[in-house]
């Protein structure tokens, strides 16, 4: 069954062109990034193959999504992510659990025993 790509995406998957690329640009062998990405080879070969032969408007694409990336959220926005993140801890608090830092060493929030 051959794989394909779909609106940029591994068809079936959330997983993006732009994902690929990611660690592509970063180095990342193609065995690495199925590894990552919980892809096959194959998945991975596809989105390479679908990269090279439309580089040029990925490219274009991968750059308009790094500048916005780096804009950042607008400020309304943060202060939504804000406020949500204080509710967050409070539940966490109000639930006696760690409020999200580390405690078991795996990086896992867990109770405080």
Do not use: F, W
């Not at 592509?24 to 690495?32: D, Q, Y």
């Not at 991968?62 to 992510?81: C, F, K, S």
């Amino acid at each position: 069954m051959s794989v394909v790509i779909v609106n940029n995406r591994v068809d079936g998957l959330r997983v993006t062109i732009y994902d690929v690329l990611h660690y592509l640009e970063a180095g990342r062998s193609a065995a690495e990034i199925a590894d990552i990405l919980s892809l096959t080879p194959e998945q991975v070969e596809a989105a390479v193959r679908y990269i090279g032969e439309r580089r040029d408007e990925v490219m274009a694409a991968h750059r308009r999504i790094e500048e916005r990336l780096a804009r950042g959220n607008p400020p309304e926005i943060e202060a939504h992510a804000r406020a949500g993140r204080a509710r967050m801890e409070e539940l966490r608090r109000s639930k006696g659990l760690s409020g999200g830092k580390e405690v078991n060493g795996e990086g896992v929030a867990c109770r405080r025993e």
